[in-house]
């Protein structure tokens, strides 16, 4: 064999880049990489919100994961009598109403150790702000159901908050809370027309 053939054979060989796969979340039930320490669930007195605060409590009790929960008062919507003069006292009585809401659906699924912020502006702007601020690691919040057309309607402040939290988003609607069994029947005997 001549002597260019050789030194051809034990030239190491250039292997090209293989780009690596984004790894994602297990969905196997298995917890992922990152695990989720610290949850903030945002709360108002909606049924989406009471079926958000059920399953956030229940995910962060089988996670040992600590709990925040934030209230926003909504300032965009506060009129009293079309002037400005009554807004403070308004404002006052909306945030004990939603410290109330908060601490009242705490003690309901049996939590003594939480962090309680109850923020006065933009829903959407106050929970992203208070995800970082707070470090959540998952936020959970309720959604608007569906329509009748099939179409699933979030809510503009759900969909903001899922197209630019600092963490994950678990968007939780009436269709994901367990129904009383009254309720289960009925729906039963309506899908079987």
């Known amino acids: 064999m001549p002597m260019a053939e050789r030194s051809k054979k034990n030239l190491p060989v250039k292997r090209a880049a293989v780009p690596r796969r984004r790894q994602t979340a297990q969905t196997d039930g298995r917890i992922p990489r990152h695990p989720v320490r610290r949850m903030l669930i945002a709360l108002d007195a909606s049924p989406a919100a009471a079926c958000a605060a059920e399953m956030g409590f229940a995910l962060a009790s089988r996670l040992a994961a600590s709990v925040a929960m934030v209230h926003v008062v909504d300032s965009s919507r506060i009129m009293v009598g079309g002037t400005p003069a009554g807004v403070p006292e308004a404002i006052d009585d909306l945030r004990s109403r939603g410290r109330l809401l908060c601490q009242e659906m705490a003690h309901s699924h049996g939590w003594k150790k939480y962090d309680l912020f109850v923020m006065v502006g933009s829903p959407s702007v106050e929970i992203l702000a208070t ?34 939290a600092p963490c994950p988003v678990l968007a939780v609607g009436p269709q994901d809370c367990p129904a009383p069994a009254g309720m289960a029947r009925v729906r039963r005997v309506r899908t079987r027309r």
């Open 131 to 164: 995800a970082a601020r707070w470090k959540a690691d998952l936020l959970v919040m309720g959604s608007h159901g569906g329509s009748r057309s099939g179409r699933f309607f979030l809510g503009s402040n759900v969909e903001t908050v899922i197209r630019e």
